[in-house]
Nanobody
Framework: QLQLVESGGGLVQAGGSLRLSCAAS????????MGWFRQAPRKEREFVAA????????YYADSVKGRFTISRDNAGNTVYLQMNSLKPEDTAVYYC????????????????WGQGTQVTVSS
């Protein structure tokens, strides 16, 4: 099983930036597609971004396209989420997750999850 640990969350003003990191250990990181999801209070967990292990192709929710960038460092077993132009509606707990399926945006297909990191954007 892959173990995932997120870091980099915090409090930022609207318009600001944060960079989340997700460190992986325990299995061959390169074989997993990686995703970021988020969950705000009283809302369902939603897809944010994903990156393929084989092609490096990236996928984004419409709400973050053009503002967030997902990337991965296979040698360092780490995936990143660069978040720019943050908005108060981006406030949520952000989770890193891993899957070996091709259903990048569906959290039901992810079987490894980190503990989450809080991102709060003030207006």
């Amino acid at each position: 099983q892959l173990q995932l640990v997120e870091s980099g969350g915090g409090l930022v003003q609207a318009g600001g930036s944060l960079r989340l990191s997700c460190a992986a250990s325990g299995r061959t990181f390169n074989w997993y597609n990686m995703g970021w999801f988020r969950q705000a209070p009283r809302k369902e967990r939603e897809f944010v971004a994903a990156i393929s292990w084989s092609s490096g192709n990236t996928y984004y929710a419409d709400s973050v396209k053009g503002r967030f960038t997902i990337s991965r460092d296979n040698a360092g077993n780490t995936v990143y989420l660069q978040m720019n132009s943050l908005k108060p509606e981006d406030t949520a707990v952000y989770y890193c997750a891993a899957t070996q399926s091709g259903y990048y945006s569906d959290y039901n297909y992810y079987n490894c999850w980190g503990q989450g990191t809080q991102v709060t954007v003030s207006s």
